[in-house]
């Protein structure tokens, strides 16, 4: 994650991200899947210039940077962080992150049948003749 150090701003940030994931044509298609592959590539490289109006949304720019994560290129989530002046990033191991999340919805799940049967009991007891 030394490379962050390189980029003068986020789009080149966001460039150095879309060429390590396989191009404007590959990201514009997973960004903009009702565009042809050639209008979204075209659509990316306009809002990755800084001298078009073009520009992405946040979402888009956490959906890249997710996508970037997965393939191993941490430097987008990097350059961000540092701008903002925090430590750098550490990536969550998605199995360490399905287990807190099955973990959760567990005692979610467990407090929702707690619940249920409380609410059962109340209503129940509402019943005429009961």
Do not use: C
Not at 38 to 67: C, F, H, K, W
Not at 86 to 107: F, K
């Amino acid at each position: 994650m030394n490379d962050d150090l390189m980029y003068d701003d986020e789009l080149e940030a966001l460039k150095d991200a879309v060429n390590r994931l396989g191009g404007s044509k590959t990201v514009g298609a997973v960004l903009w899947p009702e565009k042809t592959p050639d209008a979204a590539s075209r659509y990316l490289l306009d809002a990755l210039n800084p001298t078009r109006p073009e520009r992405l949304n946040p979402g888009q720019v956490l959906l890249i940077m997710r996508m970037a994560r997965e393939t191993g290129f941490h430097n987008l989530a990097a350059y961000y962080m540092r701008e903002a002046g925090y430590a750098p990033p550490v990536p969550v191991n998605p199995a360490t992150e399905a287990e807190l999340l099955i973990r959760g919805m567990e005692q979610l799940m467990g407090t929702v049948q707690q619940m249920a049967g409380r609410l059962e009991r109340i209503q129940s007891g509402m019943k005429p003749g009961a």
